[in-house]
Every structure is written in C-alpha cells, then in structure tokens.
Nanobody
Framework: QERRVESGGGLVQSGGSLRLSCKFPTTILSVFSPGTLAWYRQAPGKQRDLVAT???????NYADSVKGRFTISRNNSRRMVYLQMDDLKSEDSAVYYCNFLNDHTYWGQGTQVTVSS
C-alpha cells in the first residue's frame, strides 16, 4: 500500500523556522519523479488547503499566505519532498501533509506545526 511519512513538525515561537520532510517510501521512482508534489495543511475545524507545489522540472507555486516565507524542494533519488518554513506566524499552525498534487488516494498521518505568539 502507498504511504506518505511526514516529519519535522513541532512547537515554535512566532518568527521562528521549521523544516518539514516527507518520504514516499513505497512509491516507485518512475512514478515519483514525474509527479508534481505538494504540501497541504489543515487547521482544526477547517478544510485542508494547498500550501505549495513543486513540479518535476522544479517549478514551484505557493499560496499567497506563505509566499516569501516558505520554500518547497524535492529529492527524487530519495523520494523526498521538503518544506522550509521561515518567519512562522500563529496562523500557520496546522497539521501539514504531503502528497501528489493530482492523486489523493492515500494520505499520511501528517505532522503538527504549532506556532505560539
């Protein structure tokens, strides 16, 4: 079965930084490499929102709320995607998930990010 394993979350003060990591341990490279990868987040009582994407050619896109503060990257050989989060704000607090942009069949457990003001 497909899996996504997110890590790197935690409690941080406003203005601080965190680096999230996500591994796709069961996805074969021929599927992983051409896929557009994404980070999502879900705050309590809210829908899951798209935060950032990275295409196979490295092109990136960000939600307006995180532009200039978050950076998405990927390592195909390791089947990993990362999210560097700087200048964190309380509104960034959420559970963060990784996935393919166009395939949501499987989800991981996510990693909790809590930003204290």
């Amino acid at each position: 079965q497909e899996r996504r394993v997110e890590s790197g979350g935690g409690l941080v003060q406003s203005g601080g930084s965190l680096r999230l990591s996500c591994k796709f341990p069961t996805t074969i490279l021929s599927v992983f490499s051409p896929g557009t990868l994404a980070w999502y987040r879900q705050a309590p009582g809210k829908q899951r929102d798209l935060v950032a994407t990275i295409a196979s050619d490295g092109a990136t896109n960000y939600a307006d709320s995180v532009k200039g503060r978050f950076t998405i990257s990927r390592n195909n050989s390791r089947r990993m995607v990362y999210l560097q989060m700087d200048d964190l704000k309380s509104e960034d607090s959420a559970v963060y998930y990784c996935n393919f942009l166009n395939d949501h069949t499987y989800w991981g457990q996510g990693t909790q990010v809590t930003v204290s003001s």
